[in-house]
């Protein structure tokens, strides 16, 4: 990154590092970097992907009338 801050792949790369270290949040920014330089990065999406589809745990459930 250091050397080409524009190479996508290497944003997506270590937003799989960070994730693997429990860091979810710095991952997700890396992945939305990632697909800021490259739309179409099909990793970044997936990547990305997996943390929007998983449910709130902490929703609130309707309240009984």
């Given at each position: 990154?250091?050397?080409?801050?524009?190479?996508?792949?290497?944003?997506?790369?270590?937003?799989?590092?960070?994730?693997?270290?429990?860091?979810?949040?710095?991952?997700?920014?890396?992945?939305?970097?990632a697909l800021k330089l490259d739309p179409n990065h099909a990793e970044a999406k997936q990547n990305l992907e997996r943390f929007e589809a998983k449910p709130m745990t902490d929703k609130k459930e309707p309240e009984a009338s």
């Open positions: 990154i250091e050397l080409n801050p524009k190479m996508a792949n290497a944003y997506n790369n270590l937003g799989v590092e960070i994730e693997k270290k429990g860091r979810v949040e710095e991952a997700k920014e890396l992945y939305r970097k």
